[in-house]
């Protein structure tokens, strides 16, 4: 009984693992409603009104400027035709319903040709009341909004990780495209309704990473998931490097990377082919796979330890833009510490050109490879500052992260920070657990 149940746990995780991928999580960017590209990069959205009419043709113009200096200024996206739409009309179909409530009936291309997929209201007529504001201005406002959810994004305040006390509202997305931004356009919470219609530098920044920038060719590997999983414990660095180098090359153009946290039974570990082993599930993807085994033999990565697995002959279907990346070798870097995260905790506005300048340095440093660096945007009580030991205080909270925060302290004051003014402080006696990889510098 025992070896039958050892076996069914096996066959029950290589099923899970190797045969069939398990869906990213998170909320902001809805998978699988991204619009196609066209062979040129260039994303191309019809747009129809389902009753225009010569009575609407001024509001419906400042609709079309609203989406031109907004989502179609910073990504790679042409919303075309505004014309009347037809039985047989693709794309984005709006509504005008002066008495309704702005919406849409799905997120991106879950859109495409449905009639009525939008509604947008001129008049206000009904519940949904435009105040404070020009009705030019809130009508070009919840355009800009409700554009983003037909682009594919879901109400940024309904993510998990962002601190809002609005209420979730329509569906959610599959992963996160950037960190929580309370200036989005999409986001319910930020202070200025829909942002003003003017999209924050992170709605840009994340638009840009799922459609590209604008007028860019196509010269991108698109891939909506990269998952990682490290064989031992040591493989996790490795896999992390390479994360990185795949995440930072222009070509590549990555939905999200995960990384399996479950152990890996010897058995698997022993049938990969190599070191590292790139597996591939759907067969346009083979050249995507190919291309990151390049990139990583460019970047000093030994050929002969990296393998390309298909794993069609495996699947009970087929799964699109998704690598894997296996790794049961440890961690071979040019730098003398890693850390999972950095942490920066401005005391107030006026510090934060210091941690940005203290986080330049350690970027610009050899010694140091740190795979995310996070910002502290809340406001720090006067009495936490109070309890800081010096102007510049780098804390660590696992006793193998001593030796990382005082070196971060001498690569300060290499760089001119004067020593009597940085203080290292050991946070492990206030923590019910220990945080290893983790360091937070405070500038007060």
Sequence with gaps: MKWLLLLLTFA????????EPQP???????????????????VVIDVSWEN????????????????ETSWEKYANIDFIGWGNA?????????IIDDSGWPHTKGLGTQLDGMPSGMLLTFKFLGQFRCVRFSKEDCIKFIAVHEFGHALGLAHEQNRLDCLCNEKPQGGDGDFYVTPCDLESVMNYCNPKWTNH?????????????I?????????????????????TNGAIGKLRDIRNLVNNTPAFKIGVFTEETRS????????????ITIRFFHPDDEAKANDIKKILTAKGFKAGTISIENMLPRMTKTYPNYIEIWSKDTLVSNSSFVLDEIRLVPADSTKIDSVKLIKAIITSSNAFQVNTYSQEDKSVTQKAVGQLPNIVTVRYFHPDDETKAREIKKLLEANGFDARLISVENMISRMSKTYPNYIEIWQK
């Design 264 to 275: 890996v039974p010897q058995k698997v570990i022993d049938g990969l082919a190599s070191n």
């Design 197 to 209: 219609g003017k999209l924050s530098q992170l709605d840009i920044e994340g638009i840009q990473k």
């Design 12 to 19: 029950i995780w290589t099923q899970a693992l190797a045969q």
């Design 86 to 94: 037809t039985t047989s009309s693709r794309g984005i179909r709006i």
């Design 24 to 42: 990213i999580s998170g909320i902001n960017m809805k998978k699988n409603s991204k619009w196609p590209s066209q062979s040129n990069g260039k």
């Design 52 to 67: 225009g009419n010569a009575s609407n043709r001024e509001e419906r113009q400042w609709v079309k400027e609203a989406i």
């Design 211 to 231: 459609y590209g920038r604008s007028g860019s060719t196509s010269t991108t590997v698109d891939l909506d998931e990269i998952k990682l999983i490290p064989c």
